[in-house]
């Protein structure tokens, strides 16, 4: 008696559980949704790397530009080309799609560039802002040299390199069953148990999913605080 009610109850749970992964547990986007927000997205990445690339051209064709500050404003241009082109559109479809589709490399590789490009921005707007507040409230003293503006370049580059680095130990894409939180533990248990699925003939469905799955959380939580 006891065995045909354990087994109505694995019965019911199983049927449960494909009910739940059917319907709301899978994340469905609707097309015309995914267009809009293509269309956003690629208007953004191209406009960025438009609008900078010919910031950088012009810099670069001519010498009479080629001041401290255009210099850092070249760094600064370099830094939201790279966001454009290799962070906004494969970090774009993840959080739409909800699952890594991209080779796994680029699950590191993605973060890491984003990371840097931000920081870079962030240290060459320091430094713009300082070059300028030594113009105008010391306009008397030494100005910072071209070559000393090429080494900080080179230093803001090193600096935000080194603070990514951990995003390239800790990225990791593993193969994750969708809302497993928002499970009972009964129905856990069942997916859990590799015979229990195996007699109930149920398969677990399960999605690429890229994130932090080496450093401890709380030390993860830290590093994202300290950027």
Same mark, same amino acid.
């Given at each position: 008696?006891? $065995?045909?009610?354990?087994?109505?109850?694995?019965?019911?749970?199983?049927?449960?559980?494909?009910?739940?992964?059917?319907?709301?547990?899978?994340?469905?986007?609707?097309?015309?949704?995914?267009?809009?927000?293509?269309?956003?997205?690629?208007?953004?990445?191209?406009?960025?790397?438009?609008?900078?690339?010919?910031?950088?051209?012009?810099?670069?064709?001519?010498?009479? /530009?080629?001041?401290?500050?255009?210099?850092?404003?070249?760094? /600064?241009?370099?830094?939201?080309?790279?966001?454009?082109?290799?962070?906004?559109?494969?970090?774009?479809?993840?959080? /739409?799609?909800?699952?890594?589709?991209?080779?796994?490399?680029?699950?590191?590789?993605?973060?890491?560039?984003?990371?840097?490009?931000?920081?870079?921005?962030?240290?060459?707007?320091?430094?713009? %802002?300082?070059?300028?507040?030594?113009?105008?409230?010391?306009?008397?003293?030494?100005?910072?040299?071209?070559?000393?503006?090429?080494?900080?370049?080179?230093?803001?580059?090193?600096?935000?390199?080194?603070?990514?680095?951990?995003?390239?130990?800790?990225?990791?894409? $593993?193969?994750?069953?969708?809302?497993?939180?928002?499970?009972?533990?009964? /129905?856990?248990?069942?997916?859990?148990?590799?015979?229990? %699925?195996?007699?109930?003939?149920?398969?677990?469905?399960? $999605?690429?999913?890229?994130?932090?799955?080496?450093?401890?959380?709380?030390?993860?939580?830290?590093?994202?605080?300290?950027?």
């Amino acid at each position: 008696m006891r $065995k045909e009610e354990n087994r109505s109850v694995s019965d019911m749970d199983t049927e449960t559980l494909q009910q739940f992964f059917s319907s709301e547990a899978i994340y469905d986007v609707p097309n015309h949704f995914i267009a809009l927000l293509t269309v956003a997205y690629g208007a953004v990445s191209l406009s960025a790397i438009i609008g900078n690339g010919i910031v950088l051209w012009f810099v670069v064709r001519s010498k009479k /530009l080629r001041t401290v500050t255009n210099l850092f404003i070249a760094n /600064l241009a370099i830094a939201d080309i790279l966001i454009g082109a290799l962070a906004i559109p494969f970090q774009f479809q993840a959080a /739409l799609l909800q699952k890594w589709v991209l080779p796994h490399f680029m699950c590191a590789f993605c973060p890491f560039i984003q990371i840097v490009s931000v920081n870079v921005s962030i240290f060459t707007l320091t430094a713009i %802002a300082a070059d300028r507040y030594l113009v105008v409230i010391h306009p008397l003293n030494r100005r910072i040299t071209k070559e000393k503006a090429r080494l900080l370049i080179v230093i803001i580059w090193t600096v935000a390199i080194i603070a990514a680095i951990p995003v390239v130990i800790a990225m990791r894409v $593993k193969m994750i069953i969708p809302a497993l939180e928002t499970l009972d533990e009964n /129905l856990i248990q069942i997916m859990i148990n590799a015979s229990q %699925a195996l007699k109930s003939n149920f398969s677990i469905p399960m $999605k690429p999913y890229c994130d932090n799955f080496v450093i401890e959380k709380q030390l993860w939580t830290s590093y994202h605080l300290s950027l």
